[in-house]
């Protein structure tokens, strides 16, 4: 059973740099032909999907957020990690990260860890 | 980005009683080559990630109930609960996997009348 795990600072101020790791079991984060990946909640609100990253470091990005957004994976410790740059109260939300394919819907996911931006 | 609408907002049913909800796509996430529709549904209770419902618009996750049912294809999607039970009250979203980046419907929350 693939089990993710968040983890973080749950209190961020604003205008640095929100960073989270994502830790798989379970399953092999290197195993094609899956891509990992991080979707946020703002409280109350809807689903966005933040970008993915595959075993081999190729990246894809939410051009909403791709200026500030860096996802990088670490399969020595079958580990990814995001980093939001400049932060506001409007990156407030519960990040998720969570496993998906090429023409494969998001299957598993983390509980969650909500990050308060806030000074 | 495709759009992905869904009505209704909300929706109550009586315990028993079916519920339908309907996602539509700004654009066609039928994929030409493997012919199936990159579209999933999910279930959202309180306090919980989202949950895989169903995928490419009408194939079941293993292990949910066959009370639950997605049809459609090309950007006109529905899910039904065919006999809507307690542990059913949740938020739904509809999301389409075609193009990055992937984007999920608003989302229709399903109460008990």
């Known amino acids: 059973q693939v089990q993710l795990q968040e983890s973080g600072p749950g209190l961020v101020k604003p205008s640095e740099t929100l960073s989270l790791t994502c830790t798989v079991s379970?399953?092999?984060?290197?195993?094609?032909?899956?891509?990992w990946g991080w979707i946020r909640q703002p409280p109350g609100k809807g689903l966005e999907w933040i970008g993915t990253?595959?075993?081999?470091?190729?990246?894809y990005y939410n051009p909403s957020l791709e200026s500030r957004v860096t996802i990088s994976i670490d399969t020595s410790k079958d580990q990814f990690s995001l980093k939001l740059t400049s932060v506001t109260a409007t990156d407030t939300a519960v990040y998720y990260c969570?496993?998906?394919?090429?023409?494969?819907?998001?299957?598993?996911w983390g509980q969650g860890t909500l990050v308060t931006v806030s000074s | 980005d495709i759009v992905m609408t869904q009505s209704p907002d909300s929706l109550a049913v009586s315990l028993g009683e079916r519920a339908t909800i309907n996602c539509k796509s700004s654009?066609?996430?039928?994929?030409?080559?493997?012919?199936?529709?990159?579209f999933a549904w999910y279930q959202q209770k309180p306090g919980q990630p989202p949950k895989l419902l169903i995928y490419?618009?009408?194939t079941r996750v293993s292990g949910v109930p066959d009370r639950f049912s997605g049809s459609g294809s090309g950007t006109d999607f529905t899910l039904t609960i065919s006999s809507l039970q307690a542990e059913d009250v949740a938020v739904y979203y509809c999301?389409?996997?075609?193009?990055?980046?992937?984007?999920f419907g608003p989302g229709t929350r399903v109460d008990i009348k």
């Open positions: 490419w618009a009408s």
């Open positions: 654009q066609s996430v039928l994929h030409s080559s493997t012919h199936k529709n990159h």
């Open positions: 999301q389409q996997f075609y193009s990055a980046p992937r984007t």
């Open positions: 379970g399953a092999s984060i290197s195993s094609s032909p899956y891509y």
């Open positions: 990253i595959s075993y081999s470091g190729t990246t």
């Open positions: 969570a496993r998906q394919g090429s023409g494969w819907p998001n299957d598993y």
